[in-house]
């Protein structure tokens, strides 16, 4: 087991949850603290214990966004060469596995780009969701102003992004933001259950429809079409296929192998 300094992580069975732990900035996102999160994704990707992974942060805040008294002195060239916040920020988007982020309190700047680099993003009743990085004079850098408007529109986007203005959960949710919105004394443990449902299912499916929801941010909608036809007759080649289908016809419940 590994331990780190600015984040927790718990293996309850096949479910990884990580915990962003800097509770007296509200979880912002420093370079220690994404350090930390890119190393733990590394190893719980390598785990083929592990099939799924939750993020949360604290009742407070998911993360406040980007640690901004670390970052304000940096320079042009120190952006630019240490090629700020791609290398590190997107490991979450770049996961195989099925990740969900769970928001209560502020995901705010880098926190709400952090939450959308997510598969499946639920907000307890308490979220706040914003882009306030035009109030300290820059922008989103890690996906605010693309991700962001893919998910709920340029006019929402736009509005979010110029004005710096919060939006809460139920906002959020009818946008289309979020998948579902939980009472924030639950949101952890049905974080942990929806990803231990898609752990109960067959592991290779489950990557497979993860990368083709994906394709479909990328791809136009016959390439999009085609990909998601290949990956779908790939599945024929399953054990777990043959598993799930003939557990049907046989009504009984299905044992998936996870091959
Ligand atoms: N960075 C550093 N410290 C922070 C941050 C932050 N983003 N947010 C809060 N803190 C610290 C505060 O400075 C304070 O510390 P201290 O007790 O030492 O003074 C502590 O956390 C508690 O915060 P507050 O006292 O401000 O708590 P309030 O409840 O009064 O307010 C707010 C909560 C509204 C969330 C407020 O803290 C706030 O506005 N925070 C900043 C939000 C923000 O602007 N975020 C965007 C940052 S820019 C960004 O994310 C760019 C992303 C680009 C990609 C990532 C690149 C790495």
Request: glycine letters at 8%; aromatic letters at 6%; one cysteine or more.
């Amino acid at each position: 087991e590994f331990t780190y300094e600015n984040i927790l992580v718990e293996v309850r069975g096949p479910v990884a949850l990580i915990r962003l732990n800097r509770p007296k900035a509200l979880n912002a996102l420093s370079d220690g603290l994404v350090t930390d999160l890119q190393h733990a994704l590394d190893r719980l990707e390598d785990d083929d214990a592990i099939g799924a992974i939750v993020v949360t942060g604290s009742e407070k805040a998911f993360a406040a966004g980007a640690d901004i008294k670390e970052m304000k002195d940096k320079s042009y060239m120190d952006a630019y060469l240490g090629d700020f916040i791609t290398k590190k920020w997107g490991r979450l988007a770049t996961c195989r596995k099925p990740t969900i982020a769970a928001v209560a309190g502020y995901a705010l700047g880098g926190g709400c780009e952090l939450a959308m680099m997510a598969d499946i993003l639920l907000a307890a009743d308490t979220a706040k969701f914003g882009q306030p990085e035009i109030t300290i004079g820059t922008i989103p850098g890690a996906g605010g102003t693309q991700r962001l408007t893919r998910a709920i529109g340029k006019a929402k986007a736009m509005e979010l992004v110029l004005t710096g203005r919060m939006m809460d959960a139920a906002e959020a949710e009818r946008a289309g933001l979020v998948a579902r919105i939980v009472p924030a004394a639950d949101l952890v443990e049905e974080a942990v259950r929806v990803a231990e449902k898609i752990c109960g299912y067959s592991r290779p499916a489950v990557m497979m429809a993860k990368e083709a929801v994906d394709r479909a941010f990328e791809l136009t909608l016959t390439e999009g079409l085609r990909f998601e036809r290949r990956l779908f007759h790939s599945t024929f080649a399953l054990e777990d296929q043959k598993e799930g289908m003939s557990a049907f016809a046989e009504k009984r419940p299905p044992q998936f192998k996870g091959r």
